[in-house]
Each structure stands twice: as structure tokens, then as C-alpha cells.
């Protein structure tokens, strides 16, 4: 069977996400065709339904576009968090997150105060072992002195 490739001007264009939901004619200008392919539909519905699709191309264009894809992104993400929780959107992953970590900052300054009184019992004990071992070489050292069997005089 003989595969014909098509020439691209021939190829017939694919609408993107947002002309096939808005049910309108995509054409090769279409300024939310790069960010919006026709495969991901859910995307833009969520955009659409949260910030409109007019606001979504005014927004776009007031962004340089080497940055617009960066853009789109953060406009998803606000999207399905506002579609997630009406009344705080991404604030409230936000707010969520910081509460985190300064639970895991408390549970680090406590670890960091155990660590640091494990520390000090550790040298006192090392502080009793090294008398014990002093002790012990006196004794040792007392007893060779004293004992004729170790040399010393009795």
C-alpha cells in the first residue's frame, strides 16, 4: 500500500482546543493554536470557563512572546485551581504550602535542639569514661609500682 506524503500546503489544518470548543473556524493566525492543541480540549475549557476567552487572547498578547507559553502555563495552573477551590485558587495551595514549612522549620529546630543535647550527653559520658580509663591506668600504674611480680618494690 503506497503512502502519499502530503504536501503542507495541501495538509488540512487542525483546529486547536479553543476554535473546536468556541465552534469557530481555526486558521493558520490563530493566536491560542500554539498553546491550545486540538488534543487537549480539557486545558482550555478550564481557562475558558474561569477567565473567558476573549481575556485569555487580551492576556496573551500583552505578554512578550517569548514569554506567552510560560503565560499559558500559569494561567492552567490558576484555572484548574480556581475550578478546584472557587474562593482561594492557587492562594490556597499557596497558603497551604507555607503552613508546611514552617511546620517543617519548627520540626527541624526541635531535631537540631535533640541533636545538639544528644551532643552534650554524649561528651559528659565520654567525660566519665576517659576519668574511669585515667583512673584505671593509676590503678594499673599504682599496683606495677608497688607489686615485685611487675618489678616493683614491696
Do not use: W
Not at 4 to 32: E, K
Not at 43 to 60: T, Y
Not at 117 to 131: A, K, P, S, T, Y
Not at 134 to 144: G, N, V
Request: net charge negative; hydrophobic share 40%; with cysteine.
Amino acid at each position: 500500500m503506497d503512502t502519499q506524503v502530503v504536501p503542507m500546503h495541501n495538509r488540512v489544518h487542525q483546529p486547536c482546543a479553543a476554535c473546536r470548543m468556541l465552534r469557530r473556524r481555526c486558521d493558520r493566525n490563530c493566536s491560542l493554536a500554539p498553546y491550545f492543541p486540538g488534543e487537549e480540549i480539557e486545558k482550555f475549557a478550564g481557562v475558558h470557563k474561569v477567565f473567558g476567552a476573549s481575556n485569555v487572547i487580551k492576556m496573551i498578547q500583552m505578554v512578550e512572546e517569548t514569554r506567552r507559553e510560560d503565560a499559558v502555563k500559569a494561567l492552567v495552573y490558576e484555572a484548574r485551581a480556581r475550578l478546584r477551590d472557587p474562593v482561594y485558587g492557587s492562594t490556597g495551595a499557596i497558603f497551604h504550602l507555607q503552613k508546611m514549612i514552617e511546620e517543617l522549620r519548627s520540626q527541624l529546630e526541635s531535631i537540631r535542639s535533640q541533636v545538639l543535647e544528644l551532643q552534650q550527653h554524649r561528651d559528659q559520658l565520654l567525660g566519665i569514661l576517659m576519668n574511669n580509663v585515667h583512673c584505671l591506668e593509676d590503678d594499673l600504674f599504682s599496683t606495677m609500682h608497688h607489686d615485685p611480680m611487675f618489678g616493683g618494690d614491696l
